[in-house]
């Protein structure tokens, strides 16, 4: 038989009742409060009893101290082993699942064929970009500043133990014992000594029933004022509201009936609406100018990709002029006076170009030597028409 708990004992528990962490659940139709055996080893070994003082023994000194202690408490009901069971989700018609489980199967298996014919067509960098776009996926996910997924919770009840020992591991305890707290003592205290003063009334001195039949009259007086300024500021608004045609929409302490502090049931004083056929204009051009910037920005990006892309197309182009220009640098002398003849003869009168001294003193001697050549065949010439 188990004897009554020792003083002691009824320390530890209640040291521990309320110093170990705990969490409610429902068992067997009632909100119980249950712990894990771990941690309430983790909180005696922190307690005050673990801590040896002068001329006597500390009383839990290991963690299989403890443990032996914590069997002696559940011996003697301060609480009891219990066994987590989760809970299954309902099963759904056998029927119904076959026949998606047949549908789902034709489904995959066209999927299959359809796959086989479209990866033969395929190219490596397909697959190529696919790795670089996992990398960079990957990558993405690493960044402290993603925010995980929120991992869901499997729901569970608890039910008694068949073998009530206590083990110092992750196994589910539920308390039976519940003291009262020293707080919820203390105010019940007080509330019992008001109740027995506000009976004991009429044999109180005389200066204080006149000091407490002042503070409830003034109570009450600002009950009333702050019940007659909710009903005014309504009224008011009425009256405007009906005066203006519901243009104007004026509040007197708009925050009074608010679900906020004293103090700031009183700001604002007041607060005014006006909603009128100027006010849906104003609305309407402030939607206008929104709509209106968004297109110039998108045309400003439009503006600023065909100019990238024209920056593009000039590159190539650069690179082509280069290369001509060190074709004709690579050229004779004799190209280059074909070239500047020819541009010469295509040009029209308007047209000058720009000509060095030593390019014109070549033209001119060859101009001479031209003519030369061409006074020796008008000479040559009549000789072998005579002939």
């Not at 909710?230 to 519901?246: M, S």
Request: net charge negative; proline share 4%; hydrophobic share 30%.
């Amino acid at each position: 038989e188990v004897g009554e708990p020792f003083k002691e004992e009824k320390a530890v528990a209640k040291y521990l009742r309320f110093n170990c962490p705990t969490k409610s659940t429902n068992m067997m139709g009632h909100r119980v409060d249950y712990f894990i055996a771990s941690k309430a080893v983790d909180c005696l070994l922190d307690s005050k009893w673990a801590k040896a003082k002068k001329g006597e023994e500390a009383l839990f000194t290991t963690r299989e101290s403890v443990v032996d202690y914590c069997n002696r408490l559940l011996k003697k009901q301060f609480f009891h082993r219990a066994l987590k069971v989760m809970k299954m989700k309902p099963d759904k018609d056998t029927k119904k699942e076959k026949e998606k489980g047949k549908a789902e199967i034709g489904k995959e298996e066209e999927k299959k064929s359809k796959k086989e014919s479209v990866k033969d067509d395929k190219n490596k960098k397909e697959k190529e970009k696919k790795k670089d776009g996992e990398k960079e996926e990957c990558k993405k996910d690493e960044t402290p500043g993603t925010p995980k997924k929120k991992e869901t919770k499997r729901k569970f009840k608890l039910e008694p133990h068949e073998d009530q020992v206590f083990l110092d591991g992750n196994e589910v305890y539920v308390w039976i014992y519940d003291p009262v707290h020293f707080k919820t003592f203390a105010m019940g205290l007080v509330l019992v000594i008001a109740v027995i003063a506000a009976t004991l009334f009429p044999l109180w001195p005389a200066e204080m029933r006149v000091g407490v039949y002042y503070l409830s009259v003034g109570a009450g007086c600002f009950v009333a004022s702050i019940l007659l300024l909710a009903v005014a500021r309504c009224i008011l608004f009425l009256i405007i509201w009906l005066i203006t045609g519901g243009r104007h929409h004026f509040w007197f302490l708009p925050n009074l009936t608010a679900d906020v502090g004293f103090i700031d049931s009183f700001r604002p004083l007041y607060t005014h609406e006006y909603k009128g056929p100027k006010a849906d204009l104003k609305k309407e051009e402030k939607s206008e100018s929104k709509k209106q910037q968004k297109y110039d920005s998108e045309e400003k990006s439009d503006s600023e990709k065909k100019e990238e892309d024209d920056g593009k197309t000039e590159g190539p182009r650069n690179l082509g002029t280069d290369g001509s220009g060190g074709e004709r640098h690579s050229d004779t002398d004799s190209d280059r006076r074909e070239d500047d003849r020819s541009q010469h003869s295509s040009g029209n009168g308007n047209d000058f170009e720009m000509i060095t001294k030593e390019e014109l003193e070549q033209q001119t001697d060859e101009g001479d030597c031209e003519e030369e050549e061409e006074e020796e065949e008008t000479k040559s010439r009549p000789s072998h028409e005579k002939s």
